[in-house]
C-alpha cells in the first residue's frame, strides 16, 4: 500500500513538472487521486518529521468562511438601501450587484485599499439602480462592519495553527486587499501564528502569474523548504505545483474528487496528519 501512494505521488510530480499542469493534459490523462483516506492507511506517525521551512495557507475559504461573511455584509448593505428606498426589491439588487462583481472580477493586484473597492462597486451597484450616493460612505461603514462580525475561522482553523506554530513558520499567501487580509487575521484570532502575510494587492502579482515565486525570492527558499495549502486547484494548487512546490487542496465541499492528481484533506483537522505523512515519503 505505502509503495502504491508513493508511485501515485512521484507519478503526480513527475507529471506536473513535465507538462505545467495544464487542466487541459490533467483532465484528458487522470492519475489516481491521493486523499486524507488514502494517506490515513499508511504507517502511523513517526515521532521526528522533517517539516518544510515554510507552510503557506491561503486565507479566504481556507482558514476562515469568506463567503459567509461577504453574503452576511452584502445583505445588510441590501437592507440600509432598501430602508432608505423602499421600493427597491432585494432581487433587483441581488441581480444588479452579481452583474457588478463579474464584471469586476480581480486578483487585486493594482494595490488600493478595500475600501476603494468596495466603494467602486456600491457606487456602481447604486448608479445602476438610479439611487442616490450620499448614503454611500455609510454602506460601506455597515459593509465593514458586518463583514467583521461575521468572520468566522474554520472549525480546527486555530487549532492548526497552533499545532504548526512550533514545527515550522506559518505564511499567508492570499489574493485579496492587504488592509483587509490584516483585518481578517486579526479578528479571527490567527495573527499571533502567521509569520508572513503576502498578498497580490501588495505584491501587485497574482497567484498564477508569480506570488509563490515572488515569496520564494523573498525568502529565498527552495521548492522543498515550502508547503502550500489552498481551497482553489486554478490558483493555490496548479501555479504552486508548477514550481516544484508539494501542496494539499483543501476541499470541504468535495468539488474536486475526480479530475486532476491532487492530495486532498475536507477538514482541517486532517491536515496535520496529511502533511507529516506527505513528508515522510521523503525520507
Not at 461575521?150 to 512550533?166: K, V
Not at 501542496?247 to 474536486?256: A, M, T, Y
Request: net charge negative; with cysteine; glycine share 4%.
Amino acid at each position: 500500500m505505502l509503495g502504491d501512494i508513493k508511485g501515485n505521488l512521484d507519478a503526480v510530480t513527475d507529471l506536473q513538472k513535465k507538462n505545467g499542469n495544464s487542466e487541459e493534459y490533467l483532465a484528458k490523462n487522470p492519475i489516481t487521486q491521493i486523499n486524507s483516506h488514502a494517506i490515513d492507511q499508511l504507517h502511523p506517525l513517526q515521532e521526528h518529521v522533517s517539516y518544510p521551512k515554510w507552510i503557506a495557507f491561503d486565507l479566504d475559504d481556507t482558514l476562515h468562511d469568506f463567503k459567509h461573511a461577504s453574503q452576511t455584509a452584502i445583505n445588510h448593505v441590501f437592507k440600509l438601501i432598501q430602508y432608505d428606498n423602499p421600493n427597491i426589491q432585494t432581487n433587483e439588487l441581488q441581480s444588479a450587484y452579481q452583474k457588478i462583481c463579474k464584471s469586476l472580477v480581480t486578483p487585486f493586484v493594482d494595490g488600493r485599499q478595500s475600501h476603494e473597492y468596495r466603494m467602486e462597486r456600491f457606487s456602481l451597484l447604486l448608479d445602476t439602480l438610479h439611487l442616490s450616493k450620499d448614503p454611500l460612505a455609510s454602506y460601506i461603514d455597515g459593509y465593514e462592519y458586518s463583514f467583521n462580525q461575521a468572520i468566522t475561522p474554520y472549525e480546527g482553523a486555530i487549532e492548526l495553527l497552533s499545532a504548526l506554530n512550533n514545527k515550522t513558520q506559518i505564511a499567508v499567501i492570499s489574493e485579496g486587499p492587504h488592509d483587509a487580509q490584516e483585518r481578517t487575521l486579526d479578528t479571527a484570532k490567527m495573527k499571533p501564528y502567521v509569520k508572513a502575510l503576502i498578498t497580490s494587492n501588495r505584491e501587485r502579482v497574482s497567484k498564477k502569474d508569480g506570488l509563490f515565486q515572488r515569496f520564494m525570492e523573498q525568502e529565498n527558499l527552495k521548492p522543498e523548504d515550502l508547503l502550500v495549502i489552498g481551497d482553489s486547484l486554478e490558483s493555490d494548487i496548479l501555479p504552486s505545483n508548477k514550481l516544484g512546490i508539494k501542496s494539499i487542496l483543501f476541499d470541504p465541499n468535495r468539488k474536486h474528487q475526480n479530475g486532476a492528481p491532487q492530495i486532498r484533506a475536507e477538514h482541517l483537522s486532517q491536515i496535520l496528519s496529511v502533511i507529516e505523512k506527505i513528508v515522510d515519503f521523503d525520507k
